[in-house]
């Protein structure tokens, strides 16, 4: 079992810079794909970002690349997303989500444990 805990969320002005994190608890962390989701109230999760296992390999959605970036540091069991240029409709509440293989994966639907979330609100 992996519990995995977010934070870094908040209120940010339009153009401005975030930093979300995702602590992973257990020893099997570096074993997992890691992945970002967002999620609007009325609206379907939607896959931001992913990472392999070992961290060479990461995946975007189209939205977000160039402004997002996904990293993760196997020695502290964290994962982070390192939001630039956010604009109002990045604003969502944030998932970080465990896959129990290597391979970065895009679907929710292929991952294993999810975090409870962090809020995300980029006002115009």
């Known amino acids: 079992q992996v519990q995995l805990v977010e934070s870094g969320g908040g209120l940010v002005q339009a153009g401005g810079s975030l930093r979300l994190s995702c602590a992973a608890s257990?020893?099997?962390?570096?074993?997992?794909?890691m992945g970002w989701f967002r999620q609007d109230p009325g609206k379907e999760r939607e896959f931001v970002a992913a990472?392999?296992?070992?961290?060479?390999?990461?995946e975007y959605a189209d939205s977000v690349k160039g402004r997002f970036t996904i990293s993760r540091d196997n020695a502290k069991n964290t994962v982070y997303l390192q939001m630039n240029s956010l604009k109002p409709e990045d604003t969502a509440r944030y998932y970080c989500?465990?896959?129990?293989?290597?391979?970065?994966?895009?679907?929710?639907?292929?991952?294993?444990?999810w975090g409870q979330g962090t809020q995300v609100t980029v006002s115009s």
């Open positions: 989500a465990a896959h129990k293989m290597v391979v970065a994966r895009r679907a929710s639907s292929e991952y294993d444990y």
């Open positions: 257990g020893r099997t962390f570096m074993r997992y794909a």
């Open positions: 990472i392999s296992a070992n961290g060479y390999v990461t």
